[in-house]
Structure formats: C-alpha cells, structure tokens
C-alpha cells in the first residue's frame, strides 16, 4: 500500500512539474512580444484573430469573443493592421465563428475586402499553421487574450512565423478561472504537438491577401 502510494504522489510531483515548466517557457519566451497598448503595437499587413464562440452554453455573450472583436476593430482603425485574418471553428452549418466575428466586425465599420475568413481554425494550432501554409504569412500581429497569445506565439516561432500579439481584454470571476486552468493543459498539450510534429486538421488552396 505504501509502495503504491508512493508511485501516485511520484506522478503527481512530475505531472506538476511538467505543468510548471511549460508554462514557464512559453511565458518567458513571449516576454516583450505581446502588447496591451495600441501606441505600442508595430504595424502588420496582417493580424490573426484567434476564434471562439459567440455565445456562452448559458446563452450569454462570451466575453472572450467581445474583447477580441474590439481589439481587432481598434487595431485596423489605428492602422495597425492592414488587413484580418479570422481563424476559427465551422465544423458543422450550425457552429460559424469566423463568420459571426465578419458580421460583428463589418458592423463596427471595418470594409468587409479588408476580412478573410478561415473556417478550419479548429485549434490554435491549425489557426497558426494555417496563416503561414494557406495565407502566405511568415509574420503576423496575433489578437487574443495575453494567455492564448503567449502560447500562440510560440507555435508561430516553431513553424517559421514572426509573430506578436496584441492582448485583448482578459476575462475574470469563475468563467476567466476555467480557461485559465484549461490554458495549463494546454500548454502541456503545445509540447506534444512539436514533439510528434502533429499537422493541421486541413490546409487546401492558397489564399492571396492582397
């Protein structure tokens, strides 16, 4: 019983630590690289806006995808960014985020030419891959919330892309806490991919931005 005991704390120690140390990396390599200021931000021909649901399962806006819309429309019209690339999920007729961040975003004034659309952004890393692979992009302004930039971010350095972030406004109370504990796994989740060298769900033609 001892000896099993044993074994059970000895995972839970090197599960923590693994935890812990990629964290740690992609944190610390997207030190300077993201922004929270627009004066800040450099100027790209494009920013990568990183999808998610419209709505919460409790039929409330998701504040994630608010914040997101808001950065992306402060950016183009500070001339930070030329043109948007929105990367999400359309897996089925039913779920569309990167359209309803267009109709959000044509809304607010943003010219619908100046939108492109990727409805195979399943995860980020598809999105991040994708932009490179499909879009012809080996440097891009990534718009998200600080988390899911930094880890963005690094996915970007290890497929060749120059990459940045601009942070949106972060999420906070129960809701901001489950993404947070879901972003540690994820990150877990970001070393196996490079190790195994997992590729996007799909790719498919090329699309010029121009």
Not at 84 to 100: C, F, H, R, V
Not at 129 to 144: H, M, N, P, T, W
């Amino acid at each position: 019983m001892k000896k099993k005991l044993k074994w059970v704390l000895l995972t839970i120690a090197l599960l923590m630590i693994t935890i812990y140390l990629c964290n740690y990396i992609v944190t610390k390599n997207a030190v300077n690289k993201t922004f929270s200021e627009i004066k800040k931000v450099p100027e790209y021909k494009v920013g990568l806006v990183l999808g998610t649901a419209k709505y919460l399962k409790n039929g409330q806006v998701n504040l994630y995808y608010t914040y997101r819309v808001e950065a992306a429309e402060k950016l183009f019209k500070e001339h930070k960014v030329a043109f948007l690339i929105i990367s999400g999920d359309n897996g089925t007729k039913a779920y569309d985020e990167p359209t309803e961040f267009k109709k959000d975003l044509i809304a607010k004034g943003i010219p619908e030419e100046k939108i492109y659309l990727d409805y195979a952004g399943f995860r980020t890393l598809d999105s991040v891959v994708r932009v490179k692979e499909v879009f012809g992009q080996d440097a891009v302004l990534i718009i998200s919330q600080k988390f899911h930039n930094e880890r963005a971010i690094y996915l970007a350095e290890q497929n060749g892309i120059k990459a940045m972030g601009f942070n949106a406004k972060d999420v906070y109370g129960n809701y901001g806490i489950k993404v947070t504990l879901r972003e540690y796994l994820a990150r877990v989740k970001l070393f196996i991919d490079i190790l195994f060298k997992t590729q996007p769900k799909f790719l498919g033609e090329k699309i010029i931005i121009e």
